[in-house]
């Protein structure tokens, strides 16, 4: 048995209030994701509001951070591509002369647009090492230093953001290919000037 009282008719909503209900509920909702959660989460701010909140400021961060993850995702997904056949016309390498039949020099050129990716790597036996000094004229670039091999999709020795230039020695820890990866994060074209004096046999764009 019960012992609640049923509801009088008389006091249920009728169905022209629950539909003023439900669009009342409606237009608050549409409100609160216009003025706060697209400008907050999407950097989307059509009204104005979220600017003068403060939460458009939260919204561009948040997105700037998803564009380097995607670009971070990029490079790793670029140091795991085989090799190409041939260099892109965008590159050019610039042998110069070296008197030791062990060693060899090259000065490599890359022109990349703004959001464009290049990788170019050096072929090592384990152990060998190769003397690099890059540099970025027009603006700074995300790099990311790797190499790979049969069985190897990758193996990381550094990377970094926003950066005009690294230099130092890169002794590969395997038999295989072992280079950088630029991404162009300027707003505008940059060049990047690789020169590179080692023990390596080959040296050429892979992305």
């Known amino acids: 048995m019960f012992n609640?009282?049923?509801?009088?008719p008389a006091d249920l909503p009728t169905t022209g209030q629950l539909l003023r209900a439900t669009a009342i509920a409606a237009a608050a909702a549409g409100a609160i994701l216009v003025t706060t959660i697209l400008p907050s989460e999407y950097a989307i701010d059509p009204t104005g509001i979220?600017?003068?909140l403060g939460l458009i400021q939260m919204g561009e961060i948040k997105m700037q951070l998803a564009e380097e993850a995607a670009?971070?995702?990029?490079?790793?997904t670029a140091a795991s591509q085989p090799m190409a056949a041939a260099p892109s016309p965008a590159s050019t390498v610039q042998p110069a002369p070296?008197?030791?039949?062990?060693?060899?020099?090259d000065v490599t050129t890359v022109t990349l647009a703004p959001g464009e990716?290049?990788?170019?790597?050096?072929a090592m036996a384990d152990g060998a090492r190769t003397e690099f000094d890059w540099s970025v004229e027009g603006g700074h670039v995300n790099y990311d230093t790797h190499a790979?091999?049969?069985?190897?999709s990758y193996h990381g020795y550094g990377k970094g953001r926003e950066s005009t230039?690294?230099?130092?020695?890169?002794?590969?820890?395997f038999d295989g290919n072992h280079g950088w990866f630029w991404r162009n994060r300027s707003g505008g074209t940059v060049t990047v000037i690789l020169r590179t004096d080692g023990a390596y046999t080959e040296i050429k764009r892979v992305v």
Do not use: C, F, H, W
């Open 148 to 152: 790979d091999a049969p069985g190897i």
């Open 71 to 76: 670009a971070d995702a990029a490079m790793d």
């Open 50 to 52: 979220g600017r003068t």
């Open 98 to 105: 070296t008197n030791d039949g062990d060693t060899r020099s």
């Open 165 to 173: 230039g690294e230099n130092g020695t890169l002794v590969a820890a």
């Open 117 to 122: 990716g290049a990788e170019i790597k050096v």
């Open 4 to 8: 609640s009282q049923r509801p009088d």
